[in-house]
């Protein structure tokens, strides 16, 4: 079974909205496991303490490196080879590439930091792999690690009703995905576009994938540009 394992303060802030809908569903079925542990249980002084003032000066607090290296102890003991990540802005943006090796895997064992964040010595300590979510600055890990949680998830055998949707989608082929449309045929002067509804699926296919590729281009250069490289680089490959 695909386990998620969290480190928060804030273990209320899940299951949220993996509760609900198709992950919910699988969650109540057994299809995938959630568990928290809040490192406020491995604190040692009588406040329970997880933070304290920054090396060096400065504002706000840290997340204390002992407290939180037993809490991951806990969640992953010896012979747990769960992939552990920490939710940060500094970390490697999240590809879906990425969430595919982890939905493939056992699962993930997440550290939600908050404050100004964790002790760096945490993250060679316990071979943290740093993430991030979008070039912004959240209160804490929590919601990015449910942004990770939900596009794992979905991915897992099962969840989704039909398996090629996790296929047929944003970034599956190095692309955004092509425009979609569905009834009533005319909606506000708007039609839906009619080589959609003429029946034949090789022009179909054909306009999803220019579709697709003017969005990327255009929405995307990042994603276009490398989509151009593995491109070029297959064909020169098959000469």
Do not use: N
């Amino acid at each position: 079974m695909w386990r998620a394992s969290l480190i928060t303060i804030f273990p209320g802030m899940f299951p949220g909205p993996l509760g609900l809908s198709l992950a919910g569903r699988a969650l109540a079925q057994g299809g995938w496991a959630l568990e928290t542990v809040d490192p406020r249980d491995h604190a040692t002084d009588r406040h329970r303490s997880v933070d304290d003032t920054p090396a060096g000066g400065g504002p706000g607090m840290v997340m204390r490196v002992d407290v939180l290296a037993r809490a991951v102890d806990a969640a992953a003991p010896e012979g747990d080879t769960r992939p552990r990540l920490l939710m940060t802005p500094r970390g490697t943006p999240l590809t879906q590439k990425r969430v595919r090796e982890l939905s493939a895997g056992d699962g993930v064992v997440i550290v939600c930091g908050r404050f100004e964040g964790v002790d760096d010595r945490l993250v060679a300590a316990r071979g943290l792999e740093e993430v991030s979510v979008g070039d912004v600055v959240l209160s804490g890990g929590e919601i990015g690690a449910l942004v990770l949680l939900d596009a794992c998830v979905r991915l897992l055998p099962g969840v989704m009703g039909h398996p090629e949707s996790g296929t047929e989608e944003s970034f599956s082929a190095g692309l955004l995905e092509y425009p979609q449309y569905t009834r009533p045929q005319t909606f506000e002067g708007m039609e839906i576009p009619s080589i959609l509804t003429g029946g034949d699926h090789a022009k179909v296919a054909r306009w999803r994938r220019e579709q697709a590729e003017a969005i990327t281009r255009a929405r995307r250069p990042d994603l276009w540009a490398a989509y151009l490289a593995a491109r070029d680089g297959s064909a020169t490959k098959g000469e």
